[in-house]
C-alpha cells in the first residue's frame, strides 16, 4: 500500500516550452503533496506543499509564476514548470501525505528528471 | 530550526564489511526519524523508520536506534551486499508537514 507514482518518468524539451508533471497517489487518498527537487548529488529541496482544494504554499526563493502546483483532487497534484530554461532541468520528486496512523510519514513518487536543452 | 547532520560520504567498503553511517538531529519536539534509500536513476524508497525514542528500525538487514539522549539515528548493517550500492537519506519529521533530510550518503559496495 501507500504508493505514490510519477509521469512522466523523464521528459526532455526545448527552452521556452512548459511541461506538466503528474503525481498521483495510487491506493490511498493524500490531503497534502509535496514537491521537491533535487540536484546531482545533492538532498532534496522542498519547493512547496499544496493541501487539496487550496493553494500551494511555496518556499522561499521558489518562484510560484514558474513552478504552477494544483491539486485538483485526493489522489492528483500536478506541477508544471512554466517557460522553462536549460537551469530548470532537475529531478523532480513528489510525496503525498495521508492522515491517521501514518499522518507522519511522506511517501515519495519515483521522480520525474527533466532535461531542458 | 529542525535539521539533520549526516556522515559525509562516499564510502567505499568491500563486500560483507560491516556498515556505519552517522546521522545526528535537531529538533524542538518529538520528531519521527527515517532512513530512506535511492538506487541511482531512481525516487526515494523509506528503508526504515522509528517513531519514538529507543524504537530500532529495521528492514533489509539494516537497522537504527533511536537514541534520544545523543540524538542520533546512526544506520548500520552487518554484511552490506553489491546491491546496497546507493545514497542514503537520514530524514526527520515532526508532523509530517516538513521533512528535513541530510545531505546524502554516497555507498558504494566492491566485490
Known amino acids: 500500500g501507500a504508493v505514490v507514482s510519477q509521469h512522466p518518468s523523464w521528459v526532455i524539451c526545448k527552452s521556452g516550452t512548459s511541461v506538466k508533471i503528474e503525481c498521483r497517489s495510487l491506493?490511498?487518498?493524500?490531503?497534502?503533496m509535496f514537491w521537491y527537487r533535487q540536484f546531482p548529488k545533492q538532498s532534496l529541496m522542498l519547493m512547496a506543499t499544496s493541501n487539496e482544494g487550496s493553494k500551494a504554499t511555496y518556499e522561499q526563493g521558489v518562484e510560484k509564476d514558474k513552478f504552477l502546483i494544483n491539486h485538483a483532487s485526493l489522489t492528483l497534484s500536478t506541477l508544471t514548470v512554466t517557460s522553462a530554461h536549460p537551469e530548470d532541468s532537475s529531478f523532480y520528486i513528489c510525496s503525498a501525505r495521508t492522515g491517521g496512523s501514518m499522518r507522519n510519514e511522506q511517501f515519495f513518487g519515483p521522480g520525474t528528471r527533466l532535461t531542458v536543452l | 530550526g529542525d535539521s539533520v547532520t549526516q556522515m559525509e560520504g562516499p564510502v567505499t567498503l568491500s563486500e560483507e564489511a560491516f556498515l556505519t553511517i552517522n546521522c545526528t538531529y535537531t529538533a524542538t519536539g518529538y520528531p519521527s526519524l527515517f532512513w530512506y534509500v535511492q538506487y541511482p536513476g531512481e525516487g526515494l524508497q523509506l528503508l526504515l523508520k522509528a517513531t519514538k525514542a529507543d524504537d530500532k528500525g529495521s528492514n533489509k538487514g539494516f537497522e537504527a536506534t533511536y537514541r534520544k539522549e545523543t540524538t542520533s539515528f546512526h544506520l548500520e548493517k552487518g554484511s552490506v551486499q553489491v546491491s546496497d550500492s546507493a545514497v542514503y537519506f537520514c530524514?526527520?519529521?515532526?508532523?509530517?508537514?516538513?521533512?528535513?533530510f541530510g545531505t546524502g550518503t554516497s555507498l558504494t559496495v566492491i566485490p
Open positions: 491506493d490511498f487518498q493524500a490531503t497534502t
Open positions: 530524514a526527520l519529521s515532526d508532523t509530517g508537514n516538513q521533512f528535513y
